[in-house]
């Protein structure tokens, strides 16, 4: 038995890119940044603040949500799997990418009140900033000309 699972809160590092596969499904890929607080240990030693950055992928539903509602500086619940991949540069080397494919994501930031108009059509309202958007199950599908899903 075995077990691949993450769960992130972070803030996304830029707006997300979405991309259509030609069949129509949804890709969208952003950086998510974790920080570790700095803290001082019993013997006086410091310990400096730490940032992860994280490599976020969302599929179909999820990716719609994304390109509609998340903006650079969002504070998110991440929940997915990690997957690596490789490929090889333009010099020939090997190189490895360490992904999360998310299956669950909450949105945490408020949101401040908006005078005007709200942003979202009235057929689809916003959700509260503390409603889960259900998962979406992932496909490997590479219909791009590399081979690479994104």
Known sequence: MSLNKVQLIGNVGKDPEVRYLDSGVAVATFPLAT???AYTLANGTQVPERTEWHNI????GLA??????VRKGDKLYIEGKIRTRSYDDQNGTK????????DNMEMLSQRPAQNAAPQAP????????????AGVAQSQSTDDEDGLPF
């Open 122 to 133: 009235a057929a689809q309202p916003a959700r509260p900033a503390s409603q889960p958007v």
């Open 64 to 69: 719609e949500v994304a390109e509609k509602y």
């Open 35 to 37: 920080t570790d607080r």
């Open 57 to 60: 992928v969302l599929w179909r």
């Open 95 to 102: 190189r490895y990418v360490v992904e999360i494919f998310g």
